[in-house]
């Protein structure tokens, strides 16, 4: 990949976040079980443009939540004990997000994730991928010949952006993380298009 090439992709993604940014959106992540097939949801949080939670909940995954997962995020299997099911959170889930565009930082991993939890794809969803718009940002090329994935936490630190409050690998924390790095890539087009 040339320098131009880079220079055109990161100019163009940050182009994009700038123009995400216009919409009314939302943003969303959950924390897991973990990573396989039978991964379900123990947390979700969705946040509106303006980084106001719509919702910030803890999900009973209807199984035992594994060591690797409690070490990752923090969230035991008490503490999900008595908090609603998937099923109870869905109608009210989809009633948000088929109204607006929700971004999530690795799109690919929570709607799998999302479709293996509820058995189906969540109903009008319309995403995009902040992780996948941020590596272009970034031009790092990976194995593949593609631009490298980052993880979000990276992404904050590359971008400086400000110390926030709500703890990484949380629902809600990543939500307001991955609102912040698409506005400090928008930022980065504002004073880079003059």
């Given at each position: 990949?040339?320098?131009?090439?880079?220079?055109?992709?990161?100019?163009?993604?940050?182009?994009?976040?700038?123009?995400?940014?216009?919409?009314?959106?939302?943003?969303?992540?959950?924390?897991?079980?973990?990573?396989?097939?039978?991964?379900?949801?123990?947390q979700?949080?969705?946040?509106?443009?303006?980084?106001?939670?719509?919702?910030?909940?803890?999900?009973?995954?209807?199984?035992?939540?594994?060591?690797?997962?409690?070490?990752?995020?923090?969230?035991?299997?008490?503490?999900?004990?008595?908090?609603?099911?998937?099923?109870?959170?869905?109608?009210?889930?989809?009633?948000?997000?088929?109204?607006?565009?929700?971004?999530?930082?690795?799109?690919?991993?929570?709607?799998?994730?999302?479709?293996?939890?509820?058995?189906?794809?969540?109903?009008?969803m319309?995403?995009?991928?902040?992780?996948?718009?941020?590596a272009?940002?970034?031009?790092?090329?990976?194995?593949?010949?593609?631009?490298?994935?980052?993880?979000?936490?990276?992404?904050?630190?590359?971008?400086?952006?400000?110390?926030?409050?709500?703890?990484?690998?949380?629902?809600?924390?990543?939500?307001?993380?991955?609102?912040?790095?698409?506005?400090?890539?928008s930022?980065?087009?504002?004073?880079?298009?003059?």
């Amino acid at each position: 990949m040339t320098a131009y090439r880079h220079a055109i992709d990161r100019k163009v993604a940050a182009h994009e976040a700038h123009l995400l940014l216009q919409n009314d959106f939302l943003i969303l992540d959950t924390e897991t079980t973990g990573i396989d097939r039978n991964a379900r949801v123990v947390q979700i949080a969705i946040i509106d443009a303006s980084g106001q939670p719509a919702v910030d909940t803890l999900i009973n995954p209807g199984m035992p939540i594994p060591a690797d997962a409690m070490r990752i995020h923090g969230i035991t299997d008490a503490m999900v004990n008595d908090a609603p099911s998937m099923a109870d959170l869905l109608p009210s889930l989809e009633s948000l997000w088929s109204t607006h565009p929700t971004y999530i930082y690795n799109a690919e991993f929570d709607s799998r994730i999302l479709l293996q939890h509820i058995g189906r794809r969540p109903g009008l969803m319309r995403s995009t991928c902040i992780m996948k718009l941020y590596a272009r940002f970034v031009g790092q090329v990976g194995s593949r010949g593609d631009y490298k994935w980052h993880k979000l936490t990276d992404a904050c630190i590359q971008l400086k952006v400000p110390r926030i409050d709500a703890p990484a690998h949380s629902a809600l924390g990543d939500c307001l993380r991955t609102l912040a790095v698409l506005r400090a890539m928008s930022e980065w087009y504002v004073r880079n298009s003059a």
